[in-house]
């Protein structure tokens, strides 16, 4: 028997079954072999000697975050994109962690050399080290007149070392929230101290992402995770992480294996990522088993964005330029969306997936609503010292 959705419309939208949708990102890079698949226009970045040229460039991406048909064993989009304009790209599905592929360029950059990649799309938080260090070129947005019009409006200061997205321009957003089982949890999680109820001890779950879990449990605590928050305000966090640990009222601190322990019922409750749990209830065999919502505190999100590290070409870059634009026209970012089903930071994509996939209209793990707007934020920019002691601190009670 199919449990009704619950009567919040947020929470309602959340929970929503949307038919037919791909595995996403996370599952597939951290779960899968993934020889084989999406390399129809790859190219040896790593091995290139000098920068692209107006007419071919390296494009570094996440694994699974492109649409692909598998039939074809094609990229569609960026076939379409390379017919239009006679660019070639040399599509690398090369990223499969932030530090470990910043750790592969690292040099270069230091050196101001062509990495290999023309444009990458790392997380706005290693972004955010990359501008800092001055490693990263200013997009002419004279050359992109889509992005300018359809960026959605919460993302031009979304990252707070880059207002107006001068060096980096979103790619595909992941979000994170609560999730619980909704029969075993009936009353729902409302507030951060609900995951302490007696009822749940060992049952909780949280994710081993520092930015995510931590994100959340600061907004739980009345603190903007993108705001002027500082140690007080991060010990006071970390403190009640430690003692929930320490007490067994969370024992499950997990990647994305943590789905497995949802489903198991191993985890009653849990920090997740949204589009996970939206889609486990898609493919489940039981109808809606979990209820997902952003808390009334505060979700959090997160935006994978293109940035041109220093060592790539000016006439490179405009075709960079180009390549961004071209996503950005809402028709084409329908199509990415429905595959990688991650929020898509493009205004009109909504109305134009009803031409796409008429069953992902309103997929929140793709659309949030305006209200759910509101409720997600970024982490804010850590300094190198607060990476490092936050990250060891975190790793520290976390047991990783």
């Known amino acids: 028997m199919v449990r009704p959705l619950p009567e919040d419309p947020i929470v309602r939208d959340l929970v929503s079954l949307i038919r037919g949708q791909q595995l996403n990102r996370r599952q597939l890079f951290r779960g899968a072999a ?91 938080w290693m972004n955010a080290r990359l501008i800092q260090a001055k490693q990263v070129q200013e997009f002419d947005y004279a050359n992109m007149p889509n992005v300018k019009a359809n960026l959605v409006d919460a993302q031009w200061d979304a990252l707070d070392v880059d207002p107006g997205r001068k060096h980096t321009i979103p790619w595909q957003m992941p979000t994170s929230s609560w999730a619980w089982n909704t029969e075993a949890v009936p009353n729902g999680i409302k507030t951060l101290d609900d995951f302490l109820q007696p009822a749940l001890k060992g049952k909780v779950g949280v994710l081993s992402e520092m930015r995510d879990t931590m994100g959340l449990i600061l907004a739980g605590q009345g603190v903007d995770p993108s705001g002027k928050w500082g140690d007080t305000e991060w010990d006071k966090a970390m403190a009640w992480l430690d003692d929930a640990l320490k007490s067994g009222q969370i024992t499950q601190v997990k990647g994305n294996s943590y789905t497995q322990d949802l489903e198991t019922g191993v985890t009653l409750a849990a920090m997740v990522w949204t589009g996970d749990v939206v889609m486990m209830n898609v493919e489940s ?18 935006s994978d964005s293109f940035s041109v590290p220093n060592g790539t070409t000016a006439e490179a870059k405009a075709s960079v330029e180009k390549l961004i634009d071209f996503y950005y026209q809402p028709e084409i970012a329908a199509r990415v969306a429905d595959y990688v089903n991650y929020v898509t930071p493009v205004k009109g994509a909504q109305a134009e997936m009803e031409k796409v996939n008429p069953d992902n209209v309103d997929n929140p793990a793709i659309f949030p609503t ?31």
């Open 285 to 302: 065999d039981k109808g809606p088993q979990w209820t997902v919502e952003i808390p009334e505190s505060g979700g959090m999100i997160a």
């Open 34 to 124: 993934v020889a084989g698949a999406g390399l129809g226009t790859l190219g040896l970045a790593s091995c290139a000697a000098g920068g692209g040229t107006k007419d071919n460039i390296t494009w570094g991406n996440w694994t699974y975050y492109l649409d692909y048909d598998e039939k074809t064993s094609t990229n569609p989009t960026l076939d379409e994109f390379i017919d239009k304009t006679g660019i070639n790209v040399n599509y690398v599905e090369d990223i499969d962690d932030n530090n470990t592929f910043y750790g592969k360029i690292k040099d270069a950059l230091a050196q101001d050399k062509f990495t290999g990649y023309d444009v990458v799309t790392f997380t706005d």
């Open 370 to 400: 305006e209200e759910a707007w509101k409720r997600l934020h970024p982490f804010r920019t850590l300094t190198a010292e607060e990476d490092k002691r936050y990250s060891d601190e975190f790793q520290n009670v976390m047991g990783l």
